[in-house]
């Protein structure tokens, strides 16, 4: 079975410094999508950025990117520049098929 | 409405009574899925939709939970004799269909509290 493994309850930044949200996963399977999604307190959950495991060039959204090495099943996410706007729930999760699973969360804290 | 509506929004509820829980998917969204969220927790799986059809139920935590799609559109997540445990957020999330690289679209979720 896949699981998603998000190692950091909780973690905190100043405003302007960049942070690396990591992420494991574990599958057999070779083919997959990977995303990362932002709950922030309206509870309304985001798309932030998505990766396909195909594609070895890392994908990259504005100020956020992510470091994907599938021999390792990892897929981090790194936030340049962060605001007080990314203050969030941060969730990993894996898609095959039909199936959407999702790691337990890091939250994020942006400090002014 | 361009996204997915759930309402209510919150909803408090004396333990022993039913619950229904309501999603309003993005318009021509074929999938249609069902999290459960608790406090510090990430999202479980309950149920998703194609269609009008439940492929997997599997994640549905008893048989006191229930949940029904109409139309290919509006679901309805059904909890009866609701108990403590029973409380958290209730997410719905639609796609254009299930797999095929379909990012999902969240509601903003259901409060449910159960007194």
Redesign the interface.
Known sequence: AQTVT?SQPEMSVQEAETVTLSCTYDTSENNY?L?W?KQPP??????VI?Q?AYKQQNATENRFSVNFQKAAKSFSLKISDSQLGDTAMY?CAF???????????TRLHILP | GAGVSQSPSNKVTEKGKDVELRCDPISGHT?L?W?RQSLG???E?LI?F?GNSA??KSGLPSDRFSAERTGGSVSTLTIQRTQQEDSA?Y?C?SSLA??L?S???????T?LTVT
């Open positions: 998000q999508y995303f999604y309206s509870r309304q959950m985001i798309l998505r396909e969730f898609m095959n098929d039909d199936k959407i699973i999702f790691g337990k969360g | 999938a899925y999290y927790q990430g999202l799986f998703y194609q492929p997997d957020v997410l999330a299930a797999g690289n990012p999902l679209h969240f509601g903003n979720g409060r």
